[in-house]
C-alpha cells in the first residue's frame, strides 16, 4: 500500500524559506521518479517541481524555478523541496506523488496522497 507522509511545513514571512520532507513507503521509491504538488485553496492541484530516479534531472514549474529546489535520498526514501524566496502566491498545501512525464507535462502516478502539509507565507 502506498503511503505518503509529508512534512516541514508552517507559517514563514515572504522572502523566508522552508524545507519540505516526504517519507514514501510501499512501492520502489528508488526507480520511480518523485514529484511535489501544491494545492491552494479554490484552485486545482498543481505540479511544483520533479526529479527523475536516475541521473536525478529536476524539473520546474516556472512560478517557482530559481527559489525552489528538488532533491531526493534514495536510502531514505525521501524526496526533499527546499523553498527559497516565498512569495504570497505559495501558500498552498503540499503533496508529493510518485511522478510521470508525458511531453513536457508532469502528472502524479498514484491516485492516492498523502495528508499534505501546509504553507502560509505572512507578514
Known amino acids: 500500500q502506498v503511503q505518503l507522509v509529508e512534512s516541514g511545513g508552517g507559517l514563514v514571512q515572504p522572502g523566508g524559506s522552508l524545507r519540505l520532507s516526504c517519507a514514501a513507503s510501499g512501492f520502489t521509491f528508488g526507480t520511480n521518479n518523485m514529484g511535489w504538488f501544491r494545492q491552494a485553496p479554490g484552485k486545482e492541484r498543481e505540479f511544483v517541481a520533479a526529479?527523475?530516479?536516475?541521473?536525478?534531472?529536476?524539473y520546474y514549474a516556472d512560478s517557482v524555478k530559481g527559489r525552489f529546489t528538488i532533491n531526493r535520498d534514495n536510502a531514505k526514501n525521501t524526496v526533499y523541496l527546499q523553498m527559497s524566496s516565498l512569495k504570497p502566491e505559495d501558500p498552498a498545501v503540499y503533496y508529493c506523488?510518485?511522478?510521470?512525464?508525458?511531453?513536457?507535462?508532469?502528472?502524479?502516478?498514484?491516485?492516492?496522497w498523502g495528508q499534505g502539509t501546509q504553507v502560509t507565507v505572512s507578514s
Open positions: 526529479i527523475t530516479w536516475g541521473v536525478r534531472t529536476s
Open positions: 506523488n510518485a511522478a510521470s512525464q508525458y511531453g513536457s507535462k508532469w502528472s502524479p502516478s498514484f491516485r492516492s
